[in-house]
């Protein structure tokens, strides 16, 4: 029993590790964010890298990956067409689809923000070899694939 006990506390030592780093790493680039010109929020950013990513995908599209409510994502995505950095136009095949892509000014500010990411991540693993980051990714990897197999038992 005793092992037993041992092995939650260190999974729960893993995932409060996971959550600290997280939490950093948000901090991090939400410092970056508030330092440009940009008036663009956390949400907005992701909702940018999502049709950065996914061009021509629909705001059904941008709910399904999130997870996050319909009608919030609407109001989002609203300003971000507001503020042009969202481009909408009707599906070809059905015209009540709204397919979205970045504007060359949305695509523009995507790239300048994404680039505090990449200086985030790329100080996070500083000093770690690439036979180490390897490694943790296929460990991070080995966990994702248990908690998506365990999520069809829940």
């Given at each position: ?18 959550h600290?780093?997280?939490h ?6 939400l410092?970056g964010?508030?330092?440009?010109p ?8 992701k ?6 990513r996914h061009p ?5 599209d ?14 989002l ?5 507001d ?15 709204t397919?979205l ?20 991540s790329?100080?996070a693993?500083?000093?770690?070899s ?13 966990i ?11």
């Amino acid at each position: 029993m005793a092992k037993q006990v041992n092995t939650v506390n260190q999974s729960e030592q893993v995932f409060d590790a996971i959550h600290s780093i997280m939490h950093l790493y948000r901090a991090r680039q939400l410092r970056g964010l508030r330092d440009t010109p940009h008036e663009i929020t956390h949400m907005e950013y992701k909702a940018l890298g999502f049709f950065s990513r996914h061009p021509g995908a629909t705001q059904g599209d941008l709910v399904a990956h999130s997870g996050r409510d319909k009608a919030q994502l609407a109001r989002l995505l609203k300003g971000l067409r507001d503020k042009e950095l969202l481009d909408a136009a009707a599906d070809q095949a059905d015209r009540r689809i709204t397919r979205l892509t970045l504007s060359a000014q949305g695509q523009k500010i995507f790239n300048s923000l994404n680039q505090l990411g990449t200086q985030a991540s790329g100080a996070a693993v500083d000093g770690m070899s690439a036979a180490q980051l390897t490694q943790l990714q296929t460990l991070l990897q080995q966990i994702r694939d248990n908690l998506e197999a365990d999520g069809d038992s829940l």
